[in-house]
């Protein structure tokens, strides 16, 4: 059975219309990805990023040294909103970030088991569960990336640590570093050219391109010669070069670096909660179980 919340669920994922959703998650069986695909297939709605539905809570936090050559993003999470607030969390966030920078562990299983350069009788680990039994609410390290760079690493952070934007600039200055980073927090870009895009995401566009001209009526010969003119949209989505820039959309990202004799190495862009699914909390149910 095909629920009203299904049905409410796909239209604000998609921006399709009711009925619309309501006939594909019938032909799917109630499959929200295949239903998204197919209204994707018939030109209904767009590709439905999974990181439209951020729920967790917790801090996006960037760290930068001094000199530039080394740089941190990172994120920790949280069961509620006050904790991002409280200044005993934010502390232990920067002084972590700082930690990663400093002692550059491979991945969050090596960092929990450091020692702390502020007290090295004390694992990251053990000043994590301190704070979760002081601040009353279960936190965890969720990831983070270091960046050494032989240029300079610039940093951004929007929205109070809701996003946080790492570039690694072999060549350039730092005021071009930063309009990357606000183009890379606000375009969302995932990839940073069309070479690092893997073949099988191609391929797998490009059969839902084919597909959406089709169903427009376009023979097969057609439809071929239409994927290769509309593909170049879709890297323009989603690689960081091909993007327009933001503040002159007439130049793309690329045009914007070789103007400036900048080169970007890589990049890293966190949005808080990203992929984390949120905790729905019933108040009455909660006090129930609480009299019980």
Do not use: W
């Amino acid at each position: 059975m095909i629920t009203a919340s299904l049905v409410k669920e796909l239209r604000e994922k998609t921006g399709a219309g009711m009925m619309d959703c309501k006939k594909v998650l019938t032909e799917t069986d109630g499959d929200m990805e295949k239903a998204a695909e197919l209204l994707r297939e018939r030109g209904i709605a767009k590709a439905a990023k999974k990181s439209d539905r951020i729920a967790a809570e917790g801090l996006v936090y960037c760290y930068v040294a001094d000199d530039k050559k080394v740089g941190v993003v990172l994120e920790v999470n949280a069961e509620t909103d006050f904790v991002a607030k409280n200044e005993e969390f934010r502390t232990f966030v920067a002084d972590t970030a700082k930690q990663i920078a400093i002692k550059a562990p491979a991945n969050v299983e090596e960092l929990l088991d450091e020692s702390s350069i502020n007290d090295e009788t004390k694992t990251i680990k053990d000043i994590l569960t301190d704070k979760i039994a002081t601040i009353g609410e279960n936190m965890s390290i969720r990831r983070f990336e270091r960046f050494e760079s032989t240029g300079i690493v610039e940093s951004y952070i929007h929205g109070d640590g809701k996003i946080g934007v790492l570039v690694d600039f072999p060549k350039g200055d730092e005021s071009v570093a930063k309009d990357v980073c606000m183009q890379i927090a606000a375009a969302r870009p995932e990839y940073l050219n069309r070479e690092s895009v893997p073949q099988d995401v191609v391929d797998h566009e490009m059969g839902i391109l084919k597909a959406q001209a089709i169903n427009e009526g376009k023979p097969a010969e057609i439809a071929e010669k239409m994927v290769q003119g509309r593909i170049g949209k879709f890297y323009s989505e989603i690689c960081l070069l091909d993007q327009p820039f933001v503040k002159d959309p007439d130049i793309k990202v690329q045009k914007l670096l070789e103007n400036n004799n900048a080169e970007i190495a890589r990049f890293a862009r966190f949005e808080k909660g990203e992929g984390l699914q949120k905790r729905e909390e019933n108040f009455a149910e909660e006090v129930a179980k609480q009299i019980k």
